[in-house]
């Protein structure tokens, strides 16, 4: 995306299971961006799974992801391996929620 604003408009037109987020985008940063969508009425912390690969690698930009409600960091170039591993990351922990929205199926006997 162009924007951190394009990205809110895709997500509020279209689902996302995972979002490579840049951290430097203008109009809206990536983290203000993050903030903003897990915000959203029946927001998961969970999903959509953001990734941030950014050049920025000091501690402080990490927590600063982390803060912003992104859920996984890669420092930039990223690597195909490192980026496997994230969505590996992602993939486990996304096959276990709860959708954003429902409820846990539960039954009784």
Known sequence: MAHGLAVLAA???ESYDVILMDLEMPELDGCEA?????????????RPWI????A?????????T????MNDFLTKPVRSDT???????????????T???????????
Do not use: K
């Open 56 to 64: 920025s690698a000091m501690p402080y930009d990490r927590e600063r």
């Open 34 to 46: 993050t903030r903003r969508l897990r915000a959203y009425p029946g927001a998961s912390p969970d």
């Open 11 to 13: 997500i509020e037109a």
């Open 99 to 109: 959708p954003a929205g429902t409820e846990a199926a539960t039954s009784s006997v």
């Open 83 to 97: 980026l496997a591993q994230a969505l590996v990351r992602a993939y486990g922990t996304l096959a276990t929620a």
């Open 51 to 54: 990734i941030a690969p950014t």
């Open 66 to 69: 982390t803060a912003a409600g």
